[in-house]
Nanobody, 123 residues
Framework: QVQLVESGGELVQAGGSLRLSCAAS????????MGWFRQAPGKERESVAA????????YYANSVKGRFTIPRDNAKNTVYLQMNSLKPEDTAVYYC????????????????WGQGTQVTVSS
C-alpha cells in the first residue's frame, strides 16, 4: 500500500513554469514506477509522464514533450512534475499515481492515486 499526496498546483500565466510534487508514504517508494496524469473539464484523463523505479527511463506524452520533466528523489519519497512554457491547454487537475507493475512506461497499470492538484494557466 502507498499513499500519495500532490501539491504545487496554482494559477500561472501562459509561458510560466510550475513544479508539482507528489509525496509518497507507506511501502518502499522505489518499488514503484510513478506517473503523472491530468484531466481537464469535460475531457478524459490522460497520461502526461512516467518514470521508472530507478529514474533511468522516462515517458512523455507528445503534448508535453520538451516542456515537462518528471524527476524523482527516492531518498525523499517524492516525484515531481516540472512544467515549463505552460499553455492554457495545460489547465487541468493533475494526479500522480504509482504502479507496481512491469512493462512499458506508456502502458503501465496504476493501482494507487493521489487526490489531485489544480493547475490553471491563464492566457
Amino acid at each position: 500500500q502507498v499513499q500519495l499526496v500532490e501539491s504545487g498546483g496554482e494559477l500561472v500565466q501562459a509561458g510560466g513554469s510550475l513544479r508539482l510534487s507528489c509525496a509518497a508514504s507507506g511501502r518502499t517508494f522505489s518499488s514503484y514506477a510513478m506517473g503523472w496524469f491530468r484531466q481537464a473539464p469535460g475531457k478524459e484523463r490522460e497520461s502526461v509522464a512516467a518514470i521508472s523505479r530507478n529514474g533511468g527511463s522516462t515517458y512523455y506524452a507528445n503534448s508535453v514533450k520538451g516542456r515537462f520533466t518528471i524527476p524523482r528523489d527516492n531518498a525523499k519519497n517524492t516525484v515531481y512534475l516540472q512544467m515549463n512554457s505552460l499553455k492554457p491547454e495545460d489547465t487541468a487537475v493533475y494526479y500522480c499515481a504509482a504502479s507496481g507493475g512491469m512493462g512499458a512506461l506508456a502502458t503501465l497499470h496504476y493501482g494507487y492515486w493521489g487526490q489531485g492538484t489544480q493547475v490553471t494557466v491563464s492566457s
